[in-house]
């Protein structure tokens, strides 16, 4: 139980856990926006069709449609915010770090240039996030240089090994939603839609 004989330790996961609850929560915030937006185009276009102006229906469709996209890029962002954030409160719950991590890095790897490029108030977190998973990692292996040898000493050792490799790569895969996005259309979009005053 490293993580209640560790103050220093137990302070950075609540800090990232805190960090992450309060994206989540903006997240939300963000994706029920675009969905009332969604909404508010899809009745403007319905009116422009009835009153025949097709060029007004064709510019809400392009905008429905960018719109659509961000939601699948925020719906994205929420997935991995969510996952990540009950990994570390597993490991906060359970005061243990020994439990494999390498789910939760590879989905902070994968969100990572996501928010860089969609939303960077976000960045912020996600960096606290790596540097929190950086610190158990290295107590991890500072317990196990410790307490059992680098090398392994019988070929069971090996097969185990070779198993655990094999169980981590299928769990990594499963942590990691998936998604079909084209993340600079989105990006692209967004920008019109602010320099003309229609998202904040």
Do not use: W
Request: aromatic share 4%.
């Amino acid at each position: 139980m490293l993580l209640n004989r560790n103050p220093r330790l137990r302070l950075k996961v609540t800090r990232a856990i805190r960090a992450l609850e309060k994206d989540i929560r903006r997240l939300n915030a963000t994706l029920a926006r675009f969905e009332a937006m969604e909404k508010e185009y899809e009745e403007k276009a319905k009116k422009a069709a009835v009153a025949g102006r097709e060029s007004m229906v064709k510019a809400l469709a392009n905008s429905i449609a960018t719109i659509r996209e961000h939601i699948k890029v925020v719906m994205f962002m929420k997935m991995c915010f969510e996952s990540i954030c009950a990994r570390l409160k597993m490991i906060f719950e359970l005061g243990n770090v020994m439990s494999d991590i390498t789910p939760l890095r590879n989905i902070v790897k994968l969100v990572g240039p996501v928010v860089a490029k969609f939303m960077l108030q976000l960045e912020q977190s996600i960096d606290l996030v790596s540097e929190t998973l950086d610190v158990l990692v290295d107590e991890m292996e500072g317990i196990s240089s410790a307490v059992t040898p680098v090398e392994l000493e019988s070929e069971e050792a090996a097969k185990i090994l070779e198993a655990i490799n094999l169980s981590v790569g299928r769990e990594a895969e499963r942590a990691l939603p998936e998604l079909d996005l084209d993340l600079e259309e989105p990006v692209h979009h967004r920008e019109k839609l602010r320099n003309r005053g229609e998202i904040p």
